[in-house]
């Protein structure tokens, strides 16, 4: 079964530093790009950014690029998202998820959507 | 920045055909997608690439495309269906983004 399995909810203080992960099982972990979307409290979806684990090849939405880090362990299957430093805005509950592969009689390519989604990270960033 | 629009919400009774929207300039030339988000739940792909319904997916769910506008129905709701339902595309850029969502109420 392909699954995302996320690390559990934190709680942090503004200024501080964090690194949340997404564990992938079931697939071929470097053949799959692995995005991270954030939901704030009783807000909508919002697409954070995206990595390849095969060669680490990461884009970011313009509206997060500097603010956070994506990376991946593909020995350990294993992708992150991490802050350098909290703030309050930060709260909110993250997901990693991964987007399918579509395969035709010839060729095959990766779909713009996720499909298989982990079960959520939620961050809490308060004094 | 780009942007997509759904109505904030909807409402219809049991077994009634529900339609949600999303409006964006680049729906034209890109592909929509349809989340369904239940409470407390991680969201589900329901319709990819404006009109494909994934494996498991009910049939009363479909999806259709047309000029700037995108559109979700759910022939015949059923209570089970309430949910956040958010559009998903991608600009001329190729950034990928979420429309604000549609609340869905079946009673």
């Known amino acids: 079964e392909v699954q995302l399995v996320q690390s559990g909810a934190e709680v942090k203080k503004p200024g501080e530093s964090l690194k949340i992960s997404c564990k992938g099982s079931?697939?071929?972990?470097?053949?799959?790009?692995i995005g991270w979307v954030r939901q704030m409290p009783g807000k909508g979806l919002e697409w954070m950014g995206i990595?390849?684990?095969?060669?680490?090849?990461?884009r970011y939405s313009p509206s997060f690029q500097g603010q956070v880090t994506i990376s991946a362990d593909k020995s350990i299957s294993t992708a992150y998202l991490q802050w350098s430093s909290l703030k309050a805005s930060d709260t909110a509950m993250y997901y990693c998820a991964r987007p399918p592969i579509y395969c035709s009689s010839t060729s095959c390519y990766t779909g713009d959507a996720f499909d298989i989604w982990g079960q959520g990270t939620m961050v809490t960033v308060s004094s | 920045s780009y942007e997509l629009t759904q109505p904030p919400s909807v409402s219809v009774s049991p077994g009634q055909t529900a339609r949600i929207t999303c409006s964006g300039d680049a729906l034209p030339k890109k592909y929509a997608y349809w989340y369904q988000q239940k409470s407390g739940q991680a969201p589900v792909l329901v319709i990819y690439e404006d009109s494909k319904r994934p494996s498991g997916i009910p049939e009363r769910f479909s999806g259709s495309s047309s000029g700037t506008m995108a559109t979700l129905t759910i022939s015949g709701a059923q209570v089970e269906d309430e949910a956040d339902y958010y559009c998903y595309s991608t600009d001329s850029s190729g950034n990928r983004i979420f429309g604000g969502g549609t609340k869905l109420t079946v009673l």
């Open positions: 079931g697939y071929s972990f470097t053949s799959y790009w």
């Open positions: 990595i390849y684990p095969g060669d680490s090849d990461t």
